[in-house]
């Protein structure tokens, strides 16, 4: 009877522990103000790689096939709108995150405006690829550590956002002449602390929930990217969530509410820390009947 007490209470305890550790989230407001220090994405919309129907035709990103793509279909609304994509980030994360973090960002002139970013320089692997920022932004993607504390402390930031965006098109029914396909947006998502070290290195994908339907190579462009703003708000939510914030519940409940596909979210795990406790209230219970018998 005593090993099944011992072996009861030993077993509450780990369950405890395991969802503690599963729902652990980093408190926003320790590392606010944040600034944004990079928003990027790539210039044209590809279709995704997996494509069962046409698993070799994915489409490349890289410099030369970017300029290619410029000159034959430089009015392709998917490829002009890029920037525009990104600005919409912007202006997602602005609203969405101090919503649900409780966090403060720095506005985005604090930020580009100050000297200690302008005396910033991309890498020289950022400087190669072939990407968009959004607008008056660098590419930050990959920063040191000292650069990015320096200039944390000049602007007067205790965090550094940095997204990076991929925007997709994935072949859902038919093939690319005749079909259904939807938008795919995937973020991976960073934050810097003061030290410059990333705390956060994250990836989310979030498919859009509208369907286009292409008919002889033909769709609409223009309501195709207009799907994506949606599939951004999603993908942000899903960032905001690995943080302890203000609204946190109706955060959880929207993004459940959402037709996404995360790859990367961490959510409570409510069910788990309350079997935990009501197993570690029968134990002593238990106990106590043991010592009557």
């Not at 494509?51 to 609304?77: C, F, R, T, W, Y």
């Not at 960073?190 to 030290?195: A, D, E, F, G």
């Not at 705390?199 to 286009?212: A, C, D, G, L, M």
């Not at 207009?226 to 599939?231: C, D, P």
Request: charged residues 25%; contains cysteine.
């Amino acid at each position: 009877m005593k090993k099944s007490i011992l072996w009861l209470a030993g077993a509450a305890f780990s369950a405890f522990i395991f969802a503690s550790c599963g729902s652990t989230k980093i408190a926003m407001q320790e590392h606010s103000p944040v600034a944004v220090f990079s928003i990027v994405g790539n210039s044209q919309v590809p279709w995704t790689a997996d494509d069962p129907h046409n698993p070799d035709e994915a489409e490349s990103d890289g410099v030369l096939s970017s300029m290619v793509n410029k000159l034959i279909d430089g009015q392709n609304p998917e490829i002009v709108t890029a920037v525009d994509r990104l600005d919409y980030a912007d202006d997602s994360i602005r609203q969405i995150f101090p919503e649900m973090t409780g966090c403060e960002i720095l506005s985005k002139d604090a930020v580009i405006d100050s000297e200690a970013y302008k005396d910033l320089s991309p890498s020289y692997f950022n400087l190669l690829a072939s990407t968009k920022t959004a607008t008056n932004y660098k590419d930050f993607t990959t920063i040191g550590a000292k650069k990015a504390r320096i200039a944390l402390e000049k602007i007067g930031a205790k965090s550094a956002i940095i997204l990076n965006f991929t925007f997709q098109k994935k072949l859902l029914k038919g093939n690319k002449w005749n079909g259904d396909f939807c938008g795919v947006v995937t973020l991976k998502a960073k934050l810097l602390n003061s030290r410059g070290k990333e705390i956060i290195n994250k990836t989310y994908e979030v498919q859009t929930s509208e369907r286009t339907r292409v008919s002889s190579h033909k769709y609409d462009k223009n309501a195709f990217v207009a799907t994506f703003n949606e599939a951004i708000d999603s993908a942000i939510r899903q960032f905001a969530l690995e943080f302890v914030g203000t609204n946190e519940t109706e955060a959880v409940e929207a993004v459940a509410d959402e037709n996404s596909q995360a790859q990367a979210i961490a959510l409570p795990l409510p069910a788990k820390t309350n079997s935990a406790e009501a197993a570690a209230e029968e134990a002593p219970a238990s106990s106590i009947e043991a010592k009557a018998e």
